[in-house]
């Protein structure tokens, strides 16, 4: 796994100050490049602007929807093969069967092991 982040240029999308602290340095540890957004609208603006390996996206913001910037997200040209992986406290199988069918590549609820949420990601990076 540590190979498959290295070098990564990640963004992370979360409300929760905590949560995008300890994410981000699970990235970095692996030797990727993580960079946070904690609103919808920062997080569409980075994801226009930067090209990212992957995006893990909270299904919960502030000013937005997790759905609706995905969404969006997929319909960035610079975004729209970009893996997305949704990271949130929302369970509901309906909530997680909207996201696939709108482009997730992936969807992980917290709280979460790091040996899923690592499963998550060789699955997700090892794709084609």
Same mark, same amino acid.
């Given at each position: ?10 963004? =992370?999308? #979360?409300?929760? $100050?905590?949560?995008? &602290?300890?994410?981000?340095e699970?990235?970095?540890?692996? %030797?990727?490049? +993580?960079c ?5 609208i ?13 995006? =893990?996206? #909270?299904?919960? $913001?502030?000013?937005? &929807? ?8 997929? %319909?960035?040209? +610079? ?20 996201? =696939? ?20 990601l ?6 084609p």
């Open positions: 796994m540590t190979n498959l982040l290295k070098d990564k240029k990640v963004l =992370i999308m #979360d409300d929760e $100050l905590g949560m995008l &602290d300890i994410a981000k699970f990235f970095n540890q692996y %030797g990727a490049h +993580a946070t957004a904690s609103t919808a920062d997080a569409m603006r980075m994801a226009e602007t930067g090209k990212y390996d992957l995006i =893990i996206l #909270d299904r919960r $913001l502030p000013d937005g &929807d997790g759905n609706e910037v995905l969404k969006k997200i997929k %319909g960035m040209e +610079a975004a729209k093969n970009t893996p997305v992986i949704m990271l949130t406290g929302e369970k509901k199988m309906t909530e997680i069967k909207s996201s =696939i069918e709108l482009g997730a590549a992936g969807y992980i609820t917290k709280p979460f092991r790091p040996t899923d949420f690592l499963a998550q060789e699955k997700i990076l090892k794709e």
